[in-house]
């Protein structure tokens, strides 16, 4: 057998390297594959986790504010069962139950058993208006926290369940299977919870917990595992889902390292299962990533478009609408409760100013009276005492002037009686004198009454941006502007300040404590309208509030 022959010429050169190359292809075909589920599984993961943390985070936040409820209920009420009947809410989302405990951690009223719970530990140093979250304890066979807030001489604590508290974040739409365990870690690594799956120690623990907010395979005693964790907003607690590699995989993949074997049939059945996985995998999983991203945008019907693919990836799909679906009530409960908070908020303010109009202004105009006849009788007998009370005569009528304008602030009049036009020019020149700069005021239209909702909303929206002028601006010149149109009414606030850099969302100033700017929003939302923010380093600010006038928000 002659090496220079044709059939070892063929063999050596053509069929030998051929078949390395196509050995070649198919290794790597296997390992870029198993990469690309490797990313989809730790992206859908990940995504996952966070959504589960920010509905985790919502939770807490809905807690907190009905506990601070409560406690205003405390401080004004005649006792803690007639502020419990009054906000019956809180009974049901304290499943550990609330309790009404003495600055210094003496418990009156409780219900569910307070005996070994470390309240005290909680409220210690704890200031008027705030609110405190414990770390967590053991209380039988759960993990629970205690809330706390602080309002009058009184301070309100309400215990919750982590389980509960975790599975109501998850709700009926959660990835919680068989495999996949749901860990709650917090800040030192102890795990605070878990759902499903085999209890155990959780891989990110010590160290680890610095990787929230990241999904990779790590390896674990029984195998690889997907593991995405995300951080719980202003708790330190990192939520933390694991899914076993195996139960993603498919053992056909392992099998395929044997390709030399078969090789032309199983290069052909790759591309076979590339094609079927391109189709009904890869395409439908980049659907649903598109819809994800739609969701984020705030658009919760992307998630209800049928996606084509495997039953996994369908199922996927309705997992993520009914969560999308959750998410939305959520978002909807929560503005009505911002409305009704709103509403109680103006209401208090009413109730503020009627009594400085019946009882404080009255006081200081009787008193200055009195003072004026004192100078008077003073003149004749004692001029230079008469002068002593002089200075007294206007410093009253300072003091009843602040109490007008803190009057005006609280409620405004102005509105009431003679619209939103002249009420936002009365603001506009109060707003001048106290924040030091001139600010312009201009109407274009015809000015039109507005429901009363809807005009006290615009005017508290300039209220609020007039203020940050002032107090953040550095402006030398502010302008106020009314644009009535037939279909709208166009609300302008601009400054010549400095100016911000803007985040992507305005929902983002929460998490830099920007709670006006997200006030404002609000707001403009529940009028039925939207808020529109402009700036940039150097260029001052405008907040540009648009409302629709339908016959809904005309007088």
């Known amino acids: 057998m002659r090496l220079d022959g044709l059939r070892l010429q063929l063999l050596g050169l053509v069929i030998l390297p051929f078949s390395l190359v196509l050995l070649a292809v198919s290794i790597a075909g296997v390992v870029v594959h198993e990469e690309a589920m490797r990313t989809l599984v730790t992206d859908r993961d990940l995504r996952v986790a966070r959504t589960a943390a920010a509905a985790l985070d919502h939770a807490l936040q809905s807690r907190r504010s009905t506990l601070d409820a409560f406690a205003m209920r405390l401080s004004t009420s005649s006792g803690f069962a007639s502020a419990l009947e009054a906000e019956a809410q809180a009974a049901l989302l304290f499943d550990g139950g609330l309790a009404e405990v003495t600055p210094d951690g003496r418990i009156v009223a409780s219900t569910g058993g307070w005996a070994d719970r470390p309240a005290g530990l909680l409220i210690d140093g704890l200031a008027e208006g705030e609110g405190a979250l414990s770390a967590s304890f053991r209380e039988g066979n759960a993990w629970m926290i205690l809330v706390a807030q602080r309002e009058g001489g009184m301070v309100a604590v309400g215990a919750l369940s982590l389980d509960g508290l975790l599975r109501e974040a998850l709700g009926s739409g959660s990835p919680i299977t068989g495999s996949t365990t749901l860990t709650l870690l917090d800040s030192s690594g102890a795990v605070l919870a878990q759902l499903a799956g085999t209890p155990g120690e959780h891989p990110l623990t010590g160290e680890g917990v610095s990787e929230a907010g990241q999904a990779a395979v790590m390896a674990g005693p029984e195998g690889p595992r997907v593991v995405a964790a995300s951080p719980v907003a202003d708790t330190g607690w990192v939520l933390v889902i694991e899914e076993p590699w195996e139960h993603i995989t498919s053992p056909a993949l392992d099998l395929s390292l044997v390709a030399p074997l078969v090789l032309i049939p199983a290069f052909l059945l790759t591309l076979v299962g ?248 609000e707001r403009a939302e529940l009028a039925g309208g939207s808020l529109a923010l402009e700036s940039s380093p150097g260029s001052g600010t405008v907040v540009r509030v648009d409302l629709p006038l339908d016959p809904a928000y005309k007088a």
């Open 274 to 521: 590339l094609g079927f996985g391109a189709r009904r995998v890869i395409a439908p999983l980049r659907q649903l990533e598109q819809q994800a991203g739609r969701l984020a945008e705030g658009d919760y019907s992307a998630a209800r478009t049928p996606v084509n693919g495997i039953a996994e990836v369908r199922h996927l799909q309705l997992t993520m609408a009914r969560m999308a679906d959750r998410i939305h009530n959520a978002q909807r409960a929560l503005q009505s409760y911002i409305g009704a908070i709103t509403r109680a908020q103006e209401d208090e303010r009413r109730r503020l100013a009627r009594e400085l109009h019946d009882e404080t202004i009255q006081d200081l105009i009787a008193l200055d009276q009195r003072l004026q006849m004192l100078a008077m009788d003073l003149r004749e007998t004692d001029p230079s005492r008469a002068s002593e009370v002089e200075n007294l005569h206007r410093a009253a009528n300072g003091a009843i002037e602040e109490v007008r304008r803190m009057m005006r602030a609280l409620r405004p009049t102005y509105l009431e009686e003679l619209g939103l036009s002249p009420a936002l020019e009365m603001l506009a020149r109060d707003a001048s004198q106290e924040i030091g700069i001139p600010v312009s005021f201009h109407v274009e239209g015809q000015s039109l009454r507005l429901a009363p909702e809807a005009e006290l909303a615009l005017y508290r929206i300039v209220q609020q941006a007039l203020s940050n002028i002032g107090r953040h601006a550095e402006a030398t010149q502010a302008w106020v502007s009314l644009d009535f149109r037939p279909e709208r009414l166009t609300t302008v606030v601009r400054d010549d300040g400095r100016g911000f850099a803007l985040p992507g969302r305005l929902t983002d100033f929460i998490a830099k404590s920007h709670f006006g700017l997200m006030g404002m929003k």
